[in-house]
C-alpha cells in the first residue's frame, strides 16, 4: 500500500527544491520497497494568496492523516507589508503547534569536499559534525502575554506611546521532553550533550537547567555541559569539533542553528526534521526562500534531498517491516549526495569567492544525485 506524504512547497524556491526531493525520495523508497501516494497543499505566502491565510485547517488535517510531510520554504518580500498576524512565516508557526512538533533536529555535517566552501579555515572546520536539537513550539515565539499598543508620534520631533512584548515561557514537561530526545540522539552519536542557556540572566534559563541536569541523571552514559548563549556563539565559529549534541531553547536553538550551517558552507545543504511525540515528522531544508532566484533554476536542492533521507529514516526507519530497507536508502541518498559532491558538481552557493568552475542548476543537481543513487 502506498505511504501517504503531503507535499508544502511553500514559496520562493520551496517548489524548485521540493521537487528535486520527491523524485529522490521515489527512486529510494523503491529500492527500500516503499511507495508513495504524494498530496499536494498550499502554506505561506501562495496560500495567502490563494486562500487569505497561510494555513488552512484543510491542510492541518491532510498532514495528521500523513505518514510524514515534506515543507519547501515560506515568505518572501512581497509579503513584507503584511500585519505579522498573517505573514507567511505563521504559518510555519501555527503548523508546529498543531502537529505536535516540538523537537526540532538540525544536523550541522562538513563533507570533505566542502571543507574549503566554508568561511572558517579548513581546519577549524574539517571533521565537524554537530546536531543542533532545539524546542519548537514554546518559548518566545508562542508566549503570552504579547502583542503591540500605543501610538506612533503625530509629527517630527514628539514621542510616540509605542510599547511591544513578547514573553519567554516555558513548562517544566516541554523542557523535560526535549532534554530527553536530545540525550537520546547522543547515545546514537558520541554521547555528549551541550545545554545552551541564559541563567546568568534569565528565570526561564535557570529552570531548564535544573530540569536538564533532572534529566542527565538517568543517562549516566552521555557527558552533560552547560554553556551560556553568547559564548557557545564564539566556540561554534572557534571550535565547532568540540560540540556533538547542542539542546536548547527556540529561540536560542533558531539562532545557532543557522550559524552551525553556515561553517558547513551555505544554507543550502542543511536538511531538518520537526518530530512529534510518536515519530511524526515534518522535513525541510533549513534555508528560506530565496525570492531573488525563484524559477530561474538556480537554487541549491541537496538541503532538500537530505532531508528526505531524514524522512525515510525517522518516519519508516523505526518501523519493523520497512526499517532495515528506509535506513538503507537513506544512507544510500547521502551517499549520492558526497558522491557528486566528491566528482565537482556545484550549486552557484558553494563556490568559494573568486571561484570560476562550472555550476549546475537545480534541475540538474537532482538529477546527479538520481544518477549516483542508481549506481550504488
Known amino acids: 500500500m502506498a505511504e501517504r506524504i503531503v507535499l508544502l512547497p511553500g514559496d520562493g ?89 516540538f523537537a526540532n533536529l538540525r544536523p550541522a555535517a562538513v563533507m570533505p569536499a566542502l571543507v574549503n566552501a566554508s568561511a572558517l579555515r579548513p581546519e577549524i572546520v574539517e571533521g565537524v559534525d554537530l546536531l543542533v536539537v532545539r524546542e519548537l513550539t514554546g518559548g518566545i515565539y508562542f508566549g503570552e502575554p504579547r502583542g503591540r499598543e500605543g501610538e506612533a508620534p503625530a509629527s517630527t520631533g514628539e514621542k510616540g506611546t509605542r510599547r511591544a512584548l513578547n514573553a519567554m515561557v516555558y513548562e517544566e514537561h516541554e523542557i523535560e521532553r526535549i532534554t530527553r530526545v536530545a540525550f537520546e540522539q547522543a547515545r546514537l552519536r558520541r554521547n555528549h550533550v551541550t545545554h545552551v542557556h541564559k541563567a546568568n540572566v534569565l528565570d526561564v534559563s535557570q529552570l531548564w537547567m535544573e530540569v536538564v541536569d533532572e534529566v542527565a541523571k538517568d543517562y549516566p552514559d552521555v557527558e552533560l555541559a552547560h554553556q551560556l548563549v553568547d559564548s557557545c556563539a564564539m566556540l561554534l565559529v572557534q571550535e565547532p569539533k568540540r560540540f556533538d549534541v547542542i539542546v536548547t531553547g527556540n529561540l536560542f536553538g533558531d539562532i545557532l542553528s543557522d550559524e552551525a550551517a ?115
Open 13 to 101: 524556491i520551496g517548489p524548485e527544491v521540493t521537487e528535486q526531493a520527491r523524485l529522490v525520495l521515489v527512486a529510494a523508497g523503491a529500492q527500500a520497497g516503499l511507495e508513495f501516494d504524494f498530496v499536494e497543499e498550499l502554506i505561506g505566502g501562495c496560500s495567502i494568496d490563494a486562500y487569505g491565510t497561510p494555513l488552512r485547517e484543510e491542510v492541518i488535517e491532510a498532514c495528521r492523516g500523513s505518514r510524514a510531510v515534506l515543507l519547501g520554504a515560506v515568505g518572501g518580500p512581497r509579503w513584507d507589508e503584511m500585519p505579522v498576524a498573517v505573514r507567511p512565516e505563521k504559518g510555519l508557526l501555527a503548523i508546529r503547534k498543531a502537529l505536535g512538533l
Open 262 to 376: 553556515m561553517i558547513t558552507g551555505s544554507l543550502g545543504m542543511l536538511p531538518s526534521a520537526s518530530l512529534a511525540t510518536g515519530g511524526f515528522g515534518l522535513f525541510e531544508p533549513v534555508h528560506g526562500s530565496a525570492p531573488d532566484i525563484a524559477g530561474q533554476d538556480l537554487a541549491n536542492p541537496l538541503a532538500a534531498i537530505q532531508s528526505v533521507a531524514m524522512l525515510l529514516e525517522t518516519s519508516f526507519g523505526s518501523d519493523v517491516a520497512t526499517g532495515p530497507g528506509a535506513t538503507r536508502a537513506a544512507a544510500a541518498i547521502r551517499k549520492a549526495v558526497a558522491d557528486v559532491l566528491d566528482a565537482g558538481h556545484r550549486s552557484g552557493d558553494l563556490l568559494l569567492p573568486g571561484e570560476t568552475r562550472d555550476t549546475v542548476g537545480c534541475k540538474r543537481m537532482g538529477e546527479l544525485v538520481l544518477d549516483a543513487l542508481g549506481r550504488d
